[in-house]
């Protein structure tokens, strides 16, 4: 069973920031998949990682981000 994630993510502002924030995010283990998106600047992430881990991959990234509630 996958859990789904979403994420804030401000600081992106091009085409690439999406691909770079959605790289660090499939590499990090138990990702299914993801989607990031530049408008509203946030992510869907499914799989079995946890949100911390997440949150700190995107900001290995060069970017913030934040566990939506």
Same mark, same amino acid.
């Given at each position: ?17 999406? +691909? ?16 990031? +998106? ?12 946890? +949100? ?18």
């Amino acid at each position: 069973m996958s859990d789904t994630v979403e994420l804030a993510i401000t600081g992106m502002t091009c085409n690439h920031c999406v +691909a770079r924030t959605a790289k660090a995010l499939e590499a990090v283990p138990g990702v299914d998949s993801v989607e990031v +998106a530049l408008e509203p600047g946030g992510a869907v992430i499914t799989g079995r990682a946890d +949100a911390g881990v997440l949150i700190d991959a995107v900001k290995g990234a060069g970017y913030s981000a934040a566990a939506k509630s």
